[in-house]
């Protein structure tokens, strides 16, 4: 949530930190702000609403200044007001910070600031920590860095900062912990970022900030990190393997449909130099020093959020069923407050598009302490779950900037896939020809995802008969049924229609009681085990006057007598179905609601990336 730029160098802050909050606006977009710092003057200019609402208000007001920080805001404490915008400034005006992040012990913070003298504006707690700083820099005499890092070692919460002061112009102070952060380090100059996006376009080196790490970044002398106990760290300097032209729309009218046309690729990039149709293999080489550990686990716990979660409930018949080893799917903001029983040599695979998930980090830290082999799954390279785990695979989606997530969740699926076959091949359960018809199998996924999108215009004109209903259903049996589940978030999240996905032979334990002509029933009703039975339940819906959208088999005509539209998806093993017949629902759920006027690109009240909880 919520995204932040920082510059200091040569050029001119404002047009770098106003493109980089543009790249960054994925991850809130309530309300936008940003600080530039002339000399010994300090400007603050924020605004409700998107960043181009910002850069409308600003105007021909003077934007000087070679440093600055930038900030576009996701609600937590406080509404989304310009008062409540970052940046943020204490009583003096010398002292300006944004930030992501929660400070859980705000409140008494503030009630000791207030007898103190302090006078605050906003209703966030972000307010409190810039009161903060200035109060231990103006009562110790110490340095803007020591401020802050006093600052940070009586706070409690979570915190991605960076801070600026007219008395120290020619420094940009950064801390972080639980949120991102990340350095990119140019000719003289330095570029600060929730993550790579912003700063792609000007360099490639980049130092990522540990969590309770503070960086000193001095114009005249360079980067220092040091721990919030004071403590010199060495930066450990990467190379960004993102391309700038990822970043951009491409021709698309949305980043979403723009990354639902890039699954075929990004499938492919999945699977790239990973498997081998013809020579009969699968080497992931990220869980390669892990595979003996894994193969021999009791039981397999999964945790993700959103759709990330879906994943890991398709991944759990994978497992069960190519592997034939126990797995538990589990919310990650569920998990960390449970007490729950995890003992040494159980294997947690964590699952997330950004590599940043609050919760699914905390639930993590927790399995860590108790013994658990620890495996991420996640997208950014870099990113925090990609080095607290003990191993793991990235999915090699490219950059995902709508906030719905496409591209990410088939890439996750496919990963995952190739995870259990290879298990399942090490532990001897999965038998050699069903293992060779899978991987080909997956080698033809991209090219029948491609042939599957030339439905699109089909597509759209089926989504025109549902724009202005209220309710959806979505049904799938097996491991269809997280699909569904998937479908149902996709539709409510940027179209705003009430949609819920129910396993198909649930649908007669109550909501059943919802279908009359004006509900939809969207149902994945390809071939497979279950067939039979979902076409039972299309008959049962059809029988109170629901309207069905089936997703089938090219060349079902049984469904296709019954349904009142069906679309047809190419044959392939049953194991790969979930990520085909994902395609469709993605394209209903866009279609809908841009006829519906939505932005879905920047859906309400959601963020891309949700390092709070």
Same mark, same amino acid.
């Given at each position: 949530? *919520?995204?932040?730029?920082?510059?200091?160098?040569?050029?001119?802050?404002?047009?770098?930190?106003?493109?980089?909050?543009?790249?960054?606006?994925?991850?809130?977009?309530? =309300?936008?702000?940003?600080?530039?710092?002339?000399?010994?003057?300090?400007?603050?200019?924020?605004?409700?609403?998107?960043?181009?609402?910002?850069?409308?208000?600003?105007?021909?007001? !003077?934007?000087?200044?070679?440093?600055?920080?930038? /900030?576009?805001?996701?609600?937590?404490?406080?509404?989304?007001?310009?008062?409540?915008?970052? $940046? /943020?400034?204490?009583?003096?005006?010398?002292?300006?910070?944004?930030?992501?992040?929660?400070?859980?012990?705000?409140?008494?913070?503030?009630?000791?600031?207030?007898?103190?003298? /302090?006078?605050?504006?906003?209703?966030?707690?972000?307010?409190?920590?810039?009161?903060?700083?200035?109060?231990?820099?103006?009562?110790?005499?110490?340095?803007?860095?020591?401020?802050?890092?006093?600052?940070?070692?009586?706070?409690?919460?979570?915190?991605?900062?960076?801070?600026?002061?007219?008395?120290?112009?020619?420094?940009?102070? *950064?801390?972080?912990?639980?949120?991102?952060?990340?350095?990119?380090?140019?000719?003289?100059?330095?570029?600060?970022?929730?993550?790579?996006?912003?700063?792609?376009?000007?360099?490639?080196?980049?130092?990522?900030?540990?969590?309770?790490?503070?960086?000193?970044?001095?114009?005249?002398?360079?980067?220092?990190?040091?721990?919030?106990?004071?403590?010199?760290?060495?930066?450990?300097?990467?190379?960004?393997?993102?391309?700038?032209? !990822?970043?951009?729309?491409?021709?698309?009218?949305?980043?979403?449909?723009?990354?639902?046309?890039?699954?075929?690729?990004?499938?492919?990039?999945?699977?790239?130099?990973?498997?081998?149709?013809?020579?009969?293999?699968?080497?992931?080489?990220?869980?390669?020093?892990?595979?003996?550990?894994?193969?021999?686990?009791?039981?397999?716990?999964?945790?993700?959020?959103?759709?990330?979660?879906?994943?890991?409930?398709?991944?759990?018949?994978?497992?069960?069923?190519?592997?034939?080893?126990?797995?538990?799917?589990?919310?990650? =903001?569920?998990?960390?407050?449970?007490? $729950?029983?995890?003992?040494?040599?159980?294997?947690?695979?964590?699952?997330?598009?950004?590599?940043?998930?609050?919760?699914?980090?905390?639930?993590?830290?927790?399995?860590?302490?108790?013994?658990?082999?620890?495996?991420?799954?996640?997208?950014?390279?870099?990113?925090?779950?990609?080095?607290?785990?003990?191993?793991?695979?990235?999915?090699?989606?490219?950059?995902?900037?709508?906030?719905?997530?496409?591209?990410?969740?088939?890439?996750?699926?496919?990963?995952?896939?190739?995870?259990?076959?290879?298990?399942?091949?090490?532990?001897?359960?999965?038998?050699?020809?069903?293992?060779?018809?899978?991987?080909?199998?997956?080698?033809?996924?991209?090219?029948?995802?491609?042939?599957?999108?030339?439905?699109?215009?089909?597509?759209?004109?089926?989504?025109?008969?549902?724009?202005? *209903?209220?309710?959806?259903?979505?049904?799938?049996?097996?491991?269809?049924?997280?699909?569904?589940?998937?479908?149902?978030?996709?539709?409510?999240?940027?179209?705003?229609?009430?949609?819920?996905?129910?396993?198909?032979?649930?649908?007669?334990?109550?909501?059943?009681?919802?279908?009359?002509?004006?509900?939809?029933?969207?149902?994945?009703?390809?071939?497979?085990?279950?067939?039979?039975?979902?076409?039972?339940?299309?008959?049962?819906?059809?029988?109170?006057?629901?309207?069905?959208?089936?997703?089938?088999?090219?060349?079902?005509?049984?469904?296709?007598?019954?349904?009142?539209?069906?679309?047809?998806?190419?044959?392939?093993?049953?194991?790969?179905?979930?990520?085909?017949?994902?395609?469709?629902?993605?394209?209903?759920?866009?279609?809908?609601?841009?006829?519906?006027?939505?932005?879905?690109?920047?859906?309400?009240?959601?963020?891309?990336?949700?390092?709070?909880?």
């Amino acid at each position: 949530m *919520c995204g932040i730029v920082g510059y200091i160098g040569n050029k001119k802050a404002y047009p770098i930190l106003i493109k980089g909050l543009s790249r960054l606006e994925y991850r809130g977009y309530d =309300s936008a702000g940003v600080a530039l710092l002339n000399k010994d003057k300090l400007t603050i200019y924020k605004k409700q609403g998107k960043v181009q609402d910002l850069v409308n208000f600003i105007g021909d007001f !003077t934007t000087d200044g070679h440093v600055g920080i930038g /900030h576009t805001r996701w609600a937590t404490h406080g509404l989304p007001n310009d008062i409540n915008a970052h $940046p /943020h400034s204490a009583g003096k005006g010398k002292i300006a910070l944004v930030h992501n992040g929660i400070i859980e012990n705000y409140a008494i913070l503030k009630e000791e600031l207030v007898k103190r003298g /302090h006078k605050f504006y906003s209703e966030t707690d972000t307010e409190v920590l810039v009161h903060l700083i200035e109060d231990i820099k103006e009562k110790s005499g110490v340095s803007l860095q020591e401020a802050v890092r006093i600052a940070l070692n009586e706070v409690i919460g979570a915190y991605a900062i960076v801070v600026t002061s007219t008395e120290e112009p020619d420094k940009l102070i *950064c801390a972080k912990k639980s949120s991102p952060l990340v350095i990119g380090l140019g000719e003289d100059e330095y570029y600060i970022a929730s993550d790579a996006t912003p700063i792609v376009e000007y360099t490639k080196n980049v130092v990522y900030l540990e969590d309770e790490q503070i960086a000193i970044i001095d114009k005249n002398h360079g980067l220092k990190i040091v721990s919030i106990s004071n403590q010199e760290v060495n930066p450990y300097i990467q190379e960004l393997e993102m391309q700038l032209e !990822t970043l951009e729309k491409g021709g698309y009218e949305y980043f979403m449909l723009k990354e639902i046309y890039e699954q075929p690729q990004a499938i492919h990039d999945s699977f790239r130099g990973r498997l081998n149709a013809k020579e009969g293999w699968i080497k992931l080489g990220g869980i390669a020093n892990y595979i003996e550990q894994i193969a021999n686990a009791d039981r397999i716990i999964i945790i993700a959020c959103g759709t990330s979660w879906h994943a890991g409930l398709v991944a759990e018949y994978y497992f069960e069923d190519l592997a034939r080893i126990p797995v538990e799917v589990e919310y990650a =903001s569920e998990f960390r407050y449970r007490n $729950p029983i995890i003992r040494k040599g159980d294997v947690v695979i964590a699952i997330s598009q950004s590599g940043e998930t609050a919760d699914t980090l905390a639930a993590l830290k927790m399995a860590k302490e108790k013994g658990a082999i620890l495996l991420g799954i996640v997208n950014v390279v870099g990113s925090t779950i990609s080095r607290i785990t003990d191993a793991g695979s990235y999915t090699h989606a490219g950059p995902e900037i709508g906030v719905a997530s496409t591209k990410a969740f088939t890439t996750q699926v496919t990963l995952l896939a190739m995870m259990a076959m290879m298990i399942g091949k090490k532990r001897g359960t999965i038998k050699e020809a069903k293992f060779q018809r899978l991987l080909d199998e997956m080698e033809a996924l991209p090219s029948k995802i491609e042939k599957l999108l030339e439905s699109d215009d089909y597509i759209k004109e089926i989504s025109k008969e549902y724009k202005d *209903c209220t309710n959806a259903l979505f049904l799938g049996r097996g491991s269809a049924f997280p699909i569904a589940l998937e479908g149902a978030l996709k539709l409510k999240e940027i179209s705003y229609i009430h949609a819920e996905g129910y396993p198909a032979a649930e649908m007669k334990h109550g909501p059943i009681a919802l279908i009359d002509e004006n509900m939809p029933v969207f149902v994945i009703a390809t071939k497979g085990d279950n067939y039979e039975k979902v076409v039972s339940n299309i008959q049962e819906v059809k029988a109170r006057k629901g309207k069905v959208i089936a997703i089938i088999t090219k060349g079902d005509t049984v469904v296709k007598e019954i349904a009142d539209h069906t679309i047809h998806i190419p044959d392939t093993d049953e194991v790969l179905v979930p990520i085909l017949a994902t395609i469709p629902l993605q394209l209903l759920s866009y279609h809908i609601a841009v006829m519906r006027g939505c932005n879905v690109d920047q859906p309400r009240n959601l963020a891309k990336s949700v390092t709070v909880e």
